[in-house]
């Protein structure tokens, strides 16, 4: 591993020199998040293995060329799991893409995000320099909030090297209801089922069809089952994995509008008038979007209801993939990327064409 190392600092000292751009990469299997791909590859996977994982404490740290199937089988073996489910878009995902990326899955409305999972960081900056961020476990918060910026960043701010995540137990039981309503029905109903104490771990309509999870104990389940209704999903479990995986009908259809757009709204937003197909997420926060519609149009209908939208993949990405910043935000966004990459050499341009 130190060869590695080595190499990853050599690779990246020169580039600094140069000004060249690297394009950090795992198993790139998301190489079409984002905007445009740049830069000679710098391929994580040689950094790769778990250091450390204790059941008992619930946190696990690996390097960050891990493949994503590796960690999920030794947590399996103790009946625990990464909670925030994160999409698994191809055999070749690596734990260090997965935090890059920042994207959570169908439970994330329940437990929280990638980024509440992140207890600490190591990571590699321009100067080949290793910075340890966080810790290993929840008490140790030194340095939180940089191993949280670095969920979503898209390898921007440099080169992470290891990871410690909390994970959880998983659920004791499970069941799935089903219901047939309206999309305005669905949200509305959701947003009340979420003012009660009720276990839901996850949520999604489309096509008048509403399906619920609820995960916990035998006894919280079978309580809220007969309390919400609904007839039992059937085809529970491969529905949940192909929602989390994107391949289901929606995410996979292959005719239709190419463009594939994420919308983040408050979960009471009623349904946005926009054409094109929807699928409602995370209690109604989550709003995904099929449509042939115009950036500025989907973009100003978020911006109206207090939310934001993302070209996730498809469409012409020469508009942006993310929701522009505010000036002061974009500022922040400036100044941390001065901070960790003065010379600009990580993915340039892969969130916003100007940093």
């Known amino acids: 591993m130190e060869q590695a190392l080595q190499l990853y600092r050599d690779t990246i000292t020169s580039a600094t020199a140069n000004k060249t751009p690297l394009r950090l990469r795992g198993g790139g299997t998301k190489d079409w998040y984002g905007q445009a791909l740049s830069g000679a590859i710098l ?171 609820l995960s916990g104990a035998e006894a919280a389940v079978s309580s809220a089952k007969q309390k919400m209704g609904g007839e039992e999903e059937s085809q529970a479990a491969g529905f949940w994995e192909a929602l989390r995986n994107h391949n289901n009908e929606f995410f996979g259809a292959t005719t239709g509008p190419n463009a594939l757009w994420r919308l983040s709204v408050p979960s009471v937003t009623p349904p946005l008038a926009l054409e094109g197909e929807h699928l409602v997420e995370w209690g109604g926060a989550q709003r995904w979007l099929r449509t042939e519609l115009p950036a500025d149009a989907i973009r100003s209908a978020a911006e109206q209801v207090g939310g934001h939208a993302t070209l996730f993949r498809g469409g012409d990405k020469s508009l942006g993939v993310f929701h522009p910043l505010a000036p002061a935000v974009g500022k922040i966004h400036r100044h941390l990327k001065n901070a960790f990459d003065p010379s600009g050499i990580f993915n340039p341009g892969r969130m916003y064409t100007e940093f």
Not at 51 to 67: C, H, K, N, Q, S
Not at 198 to 209: C, E, F, K, N
Request: with cysteine; charged share 20%.
């Open 43 to 213: 391929d994580t996977r040689e950094y790769a293995g778990i250091i450390a994982y204790d059941p008992t404490e619930l946190v696990i740290t690996a390097r960050a060329g891990t493949l994503l199937s590796d960690m999920e089988a030794v947590l399996d073996k103790n009946n625990q799991m990464l909670a925030f489910e994160p999409p698994r878009f191809g055999a070749a995902s690596t734990i260090g893409g997965v935090v890059a990326a920042g994207l959570s899955g169908p439970r994330r409305q329940a437990v929280g995000a990638v980024r509440d999972f992140v207890l600490g960081a190591v990571l590699m900056d321009a100067k080949g320099d290793v910075l340890h961020f966080g810790g290993q476990v929840m008490k140790n918060v030194a340095g939180y909030d940089v191993s949280r910026l670095l969920c979503g960043s898209l390898g921007t701010l440099g080169l992470i090297l290891e990871v410690s995540l909390k994970v959880l137990p998983k659920p004791f039981a499970e069941t799935t209801l089903r219901y047939e309503m309206g999309k305005a029905e669905a949200i509305e109903q959701l947003n009340k089922w979420g003012g009660l104490p009720l276990p839901i771990s996850a949520s999604a309509w489309h096509g008048g069809v509403l399906i619920v999870r």
